[in-house]
């Protein structure tokens, strides 16, 4: 491992014209995180190391992005090409340090291979990543001299020679400062995309009689880039993969792996199931044998041992303890704590709610800001009033309490252990009763009414 102090350098200031987007390239996420943050971690996992971002098209919102005080932000105004976004950063080193160059929208680079490039480097020369690739088209192109690296000829800047070269130029390089502001200070834009280039060192340095190490990628995933949404879901794609991989290994089925997106982490315990088109987001707990159905979305949650969770449900930051059963087509919009054995059913919709053992809202109910106790019953269509218009206010339930169908609780209200509420009850203050709680109506009878007839 290398023993100095490493610079790390990565450019982002481009706007990625190829994306077709108003917002910067690296902020596009892969698996619901931005590309540029991949890169940040693996640099920050190499020993020693100093991170320098490269930042111009749109900046600020990688910044706010990223908000992370370790890095050193260095502003490209302009971006006229590769090498000159370089140019702006070399001021701020010393002659005698290194640098790692690394690129915004290559975020698989893997920490194993930069430490190789690192380590390889020779005292006169610089070490430079390629790969050999069946489909080269897009990226630079190394051109060998008696088998000695020469220089990078750019994919738009190549004869139909050179475009049949299969060995491309990843962009990752490692060298010393001071041979970088020698080599960069003699380049020019005079190519056809008039920029820059970076990439226009490598034959100066050859011509100098400094040595190009080529290091290859330990996977070759590691060195796709991101330019357009094709590669963007393609990387997409090949991450999923790796991913669900791991997940089956460790004993989860999945019913469909080309239909799971995990976007965060998930940690299951034994015999865990989850059929198709189910997407898991932030930090999410399965314990043993959940079962998730298919369509549902779970963010951020922790969900306990025999839970099952019936198909197209929604649950975010909330808690199930064991045997809960949730859904079909049940929203657990925010912050809900369930305990055992508690059923939330068809089109109900929940939040900042907790409700006890055994305690069941089974059809098209909202219930929110609430504490509702054991065995409670909440009947089809019942709903906390819980909005005034400014203020959300608390709804308060004991323990086996029945709620008949179509009851409205307009909170503040409290109703003690044991009550029952006839169905259509519209509860206005708190109840204090085991007796049954109603509001008068009438069934009348309308004599020789008839339903219209149509005219
Ligand atoms: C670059 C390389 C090419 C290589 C490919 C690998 C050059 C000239 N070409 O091409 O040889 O095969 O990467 O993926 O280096 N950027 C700036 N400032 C600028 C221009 C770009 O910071 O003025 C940043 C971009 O934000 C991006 C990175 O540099 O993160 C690479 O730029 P991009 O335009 O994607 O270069 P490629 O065409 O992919
Ligand atoms: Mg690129």
């Not at 701020?92 to 690129?103: A, G, W």
């Not at 997409?236 to 790796?242: L, V």
């Not at 989860?252 to 299951?268: A, E």
């Not at 003690?416 to 204090?432: P, R, W």
Request: some cysteine; glycine content about 6%; overall charge positive.
């Amino acid at each position: 491992m290398h023993k100095d102090l490493i610079n790390i350098v990565i450019l982002a200031a481009g706007k990625g014209n190829r994306m077709c987007s108003d917002i910067p390239k690296v902020l596009h996420s892969i698996a619901g995180k931005p590309i540029i943050k991949y890169i940040v971690d693996t640099a920050k996992n190499i020993n020693k190391h100093k991170i320098y971002i490269i930042y111009g098209f749109k900046g600020d919102l990688i910044k706010k992005k990223l908000n992370d005080n370790s890095i050193h932000w260095i502003l490209q105004k302009e971006q006229l090409g590769t090498g000159h976004a370089i140019q702006q950063l070399l001021p701020y080193l010393n002659n005698n340090e290194n640098l790692l160059i690394l690129y915004g929208d290559i975020p698989f680079i893997s920490k194993a291979t930069l430490e190789q490039l690192c380590d390889k480097k020779p005292k006169h020369g610089m070490s430079l990543l390629t790969a050999i690739l069946d489909n080269p088209s897009g990226y630079g192109r190394v051109i060998r001299n008696n088998n000695v690296i020469a220089e990078i000829i750019e994919d738009k800047d190549a004869n139909s020679h050179q475009l049949n070269i299969k060995e491309i130029n990843t962009g990752i390089m490692f060298a010393n400062v001071k041979d970088v502001k020698n080599w960069l200070k003699r380049t020019n834009n005079d190519n056809v995309q008039k920029e820059y280039y970076l990439t226009d060192i490598i034959k100066i340095a050859y011509q100098d009689n400094y040595f190009i190490k080529a290091i290859h990628p330990f996977d070759i995933n590691e060195i796709k880039g991101v330019n357009d949404r094709i590669q963007l879901a393609n990387l997409e794609r090949i991450y999923q993969s790796n991913q669900i991989k791991t997940l089956i290994l460790s004993g989860v089925t999945l019913r469909d792996p080309d239909r799971f997106d995990l976007r965060g982490t998930l940690i299951c315990g034994i015999d865990v199931e989850i059929d198709v088109n189910v997407i898991i987001e932030g930090h999410v707990v399965l314990g043993n044998r959940v079962k998730i159905g298919a369509g549902c979305i779970i963010q951020n949650s922790s969900i306990d041992d025999d839970c099952n969770i019936h198909p197209y449900s929604i649950i975010r930051n909330s808690n199930l303890s064991v045997k809960c059963n949730i859904g079909p087509f049940s929203h657990l919009r925010n912050n809900a704590k369930l305990n055992h054995n508690v059923c939330i059913g068809n089109f109900v919709e929940i939040k900042d709610i907790s409700l006890g053992n055994n305690s069941k809202a089974k059809h098209l109910s909202y219930l929110g800001d609430s504490e509702i106790g054991s065995n409670v019953n909440i009947g089809a269509g019942s709903i906390t009033c819980n909005y005034d218009g400014k203020n959300k206010l608390k709804t308060i339930i004991g323990n086996d309490v029945f709620i008949g169908s179509d009851t409205q609780l307009v909170a503040p209200l409290t109703i003690i252990d044991n009550a029952t509420i006839a169905a259509g009850t519209t509860v206005l203050k708190d109840i204090n009763t085991s007796d049954l709680t109603l509001n008068p109506k009438k069934q009348i009878y309308k004599e020789n009414w008839k339903r219209p007839s149509k005219k």
